[in-house]
């Protein structure tokens, strides 16, 4: 039975499967956030269409609000000599707003974190958070027939960064397209860039500012982005400071990257020690 009590962090997105030389894990944008969000301390609420191929052990002591379907949506990255290249292999069913309980309609961060365009990009009215985080990347993609994955124009766009209160997304994710960056950062009140290992670049109020991420040992960057991400919207919810969170999360998303997957999640070690580096 899941818990309906009030939650800090709402995040609402497909929990995935992601086919690995290992075997198929659980991934998605709203299984790292919502780890990340718990690790920091928050009460945590999920809510996501997902198929059963795999149990959500690793989300144990997270309440998830889940619509069952046929299929989770799955992804598969093959790595070549040009890059990786993404596929999709199967994709569940859109997420409906009205899944979401009433007691976390003011949750004090919303997370909106689609992979494969599963929800909405305008929230309703009814929903009342502190801060609106977005992670656009899944509406900023398609698939041909064999699943290939590529960037494409999200044109719900200027409507949803304007009522957010921070947005994030990855140079990749808009196939590295500078003028489209500019003008996303002109629609939203606080946009963050994302680089892999050369760190994150932050546009606020016509100012912008890069922050190199500490170098590391990379085994594996599946979901630093999304740990940065839920890392960054607490630490600016908790500081009102987008400079100060930036550098915060860029920490905690370098340490994930020396872990694969979901054992990526920051450590109350590590969270510790980014605060002191931070505030010092």
């Not at 002591?61 to 040009?82: D, K, M, Q, R």
């Not at 140079?171 to 960056?181: H, L």
């Not at 670049?201 to 170098?215: E, Q, V």
Request: hydrophobic share 45%.
């Amino acid at each position: 039975m899941v818990s309906l009590e009030p939650v800090d962090y709402l995040v609402i997105g497909h929990i995935t499967v992601d086919i690995t030389p290992a075997g198929p894990v659980m991934g998605g944008s709203a299984a790292y956030a919502a780890l990340t969000a718990r690790a920091l301390g928050l009460r945590v609420g999920v809510v996501t269409v997902r198929g059963n191929e795999i149990p959500l052990k690793d989300l144990d002591g997270i309440p998830v609000v889940l619509e069952e379907a046929e299929h989770s949506t799955t992804f598969e990255n093959l790595y070549t000599p040009a890059g990786r290249l993404q596929f999709i292999r199967s994709v569940a069913p859109q997420i409906d707003f009205t899944l979401v309980p009433e007691a976390w309609r003011r949750a004090k961060i919303i997370h909106l974190a689609p992979v494969a365009g599963e929800i909405e990009s305008i929230l309703p009215d009814t929903f009342h958070p502190e801060l609106l985080g977005l992670t656009p990347q899944g509406w900023m993609r398609v698939w041909s027939g064999d699943g290939l994955v590529r960037p494409c124009e999200w044109p719900e766009a200027d409507a949803a960064l304007a009522r957010a209160g921070a947005a994030i997304f990855s140079v990749e994710d808009v196939g590295r397209d500078e003028e489209r960056i500019e003008r996303y950062a002109h629609a939203c009140r606080l946009l963050a860039v994302t680089e892999a290992a050369s760190g994150v670049r932050l546009f606020w109020h016509g100012d912008s500012r890069r922050f190199r991420a500490p170098t590391m040992t990379e085994v594996d960057a599946t979901g630093a982005g999304d740990i940065f991400a839920a890392a960054f919207f607490v630490r600016l919810l908790n500081t009102r400071d987008p400079w100060e969170a930036a550098r915060f999360a860029n920490r905690l998303a370098a340490f994930s990257v020396t872990r694969p997957g979901l054992t990526g999640v920051p450590t109350q070690a590590e969270v510790e020690r980014s605060l002191l580096e931070v505030l010092h």
